[in-house]
């Protein structure tokens, strides 16, 4: 079993910032990829932010200049760093990993969700 717990939602001002972060632990063989997506309520589910066993990144629009993915390899973990933040940024913010197991099969992992609100 993979299991990613979630931690750093919370409730900030616009403008302020938070720190997400995500610690994977299980069966874990590598980490081909993790990230962070969100869901506004009533909206669908959308890529956040991403970052590759590589290195390489990527990131919604919207959040470009304000928000950075990273990875701790060593801890199997992710952070976003939400930084300027807007009251449309408010959303359930959910980690996310793609993982090969010690089995050696691949399969995508979600967290329980992590409820960050930007309001005055």
């Known amino acids: 079993q993979v299991r990613l717990v979630e931690s750093g939602g919370g409730l900030v001002q616009p403008g302020g910032s938070l720190r997400l972060s995500c610690a994977a632990s299980?069966?874990?063989?590598?980490?081909?990829?993790m990230g962070w997506y969100r869901q506004a309520a009533g909206s669908q589910r959308e890529l956040v932010a991403g970052?590759?066993?590589?290195?390489?990144?990527n990131y919604l629009d919207s959040v470009k200049g304000r928000f950075t993915i990273s990875r701790d390899n060593a801890k199997n973990t992710v952070y976003l760093q939400m930084n300027s933040l807007k009251p449309e940024d408010t959303a359930v913010y959910y980690c996310?990993?793609?993982?090969?197991?010690?089995?050696?099969?691949?399969?995508?992992?979600w967290g329980q969700g992590t409820q960050v609100t930007v309001s005055s």
């Open positions: 299980g069966s874990i063989f590598s980490i081909n990829a």
């Open positions: 996310t990993a793609e993982v090969t197991s010690t089995a050696r099969s691949v399969a995508n992992y």
């Open positions: 970052i590759r066993s590589g290195g390489s990144t």
